[in-house]
Nanobody
Framework: QVQLVESGGGLVQAGGSLRLSCVAS????????MGWYRQAPGKQRELVAS???????NYPDSVKGRFTISRDNAKNTMYLQMNSLKPEDTAVYYC???????????????WGQGTQVTVSS
């Protein structure tokens, strides 16, 4: 089994910063693409940032220039540095990872349980 655990969420004022972490553990052979998503009340889950195993990144326009995704493959950990936070960034943030459990095997997608980020105005 594989578990993803997020941490680093909390309450911050507009203009502030937070750094989220996502640690993957369990029977992991390798990790492919990873990503951060968020879901605000009454809204659909949306992509916030993604990163490949080769460190190529992708961001939607809503966070580009403010958020930075990174990963430490040796620690099976992914980060999301969030700067210049806005009230509209308030949501539950989820991480996901495509994990290979054995050499040559398929990738399976796993999700974390989410961490709340609240930005006050």
């Amino acid at each position: 089994q594989v578990q993803l655990v997020e941490s680093g969420g909390g309450l911050v004022q507009a203009g502030g910063s937070l750094r989220l972490s996502c640690v993957a553990s369990g029977s992991i052979f390798s990790i492919g693409p990873m990503g951060w998503y968020r879901q605000a009340p009454g809204k659909q889950r949306e992509l916030v940032a993604s990163i490949t195993s080769g460190d190529s990144t992708n961001y939607p326009d809503s966070v580009k220039g403010r958020f930075t995704i990174s990963r430490d493959n040796a620690k099976n950990t992914m980060y999301l540095q969030m700067n210049s936070l806005k009230p509209e960034d308030t949501a539950v943030y989820y991480c996901n990872a495509d994990v290979r459990l054995s050499s040559g095997g398929p990738y399976y997608r796993y999700w974390g349980q989410g961490t709340q980020v609240t930005v006050s105005s």
